[in-house]
């Protein structure tokens, strides 16, 4: 797993780059980035990788956190290993992904 931060000098933006390898995806047909920044209700679908990892990429606003986790198959929750801090999702026991920008 890892999150590539693209910080532009001549955009307000910034280009965040996700990726869950294989052995985090198994022999998944379809993962999906689920979080604040879709209001949780419509994953942005990743692209499966040669390798068979799943990739993805989206501009955020700078100086914020955004809270998110991956859906494999409509059916397992992932968090992203290499996020920059866990919150509690308020909803179960589980914690949410959290990018800070």
Do not use: C, H
């Not at 910034?14 to 294989?22: D, F, M």
């Not at 859906?71 to 290499?82: M, P």
């Amino acid at each position: 797993m890892a999150i590539k931060k693209q910080y532009f000098k001549t955009k307000p933006n910034v280009k965040v780059t996700l990726s869950l390898p294989k052995s985090a995806v198994k022999d998944a047909k379809k993962v999906e980035l689920v979080g604040d920044f879709t209001d949780w209700t419509q994953g942005i679908t990743m692209t499966k990788q040669k390798d068979g990892s799943f990739k993805t990429s989206l501009e955020l606003a700078p100086e914020q956190e955004y809270q998110f986790r991956y859906l494999i198959d409509d059916k397992l929750w992932e968090n992203d290993w290499k996020a920059d801090k866990y919150v509690s999702n308020g909803i179960s026991q589980e914690e949410n992904s959290v990018m800070v920008l």
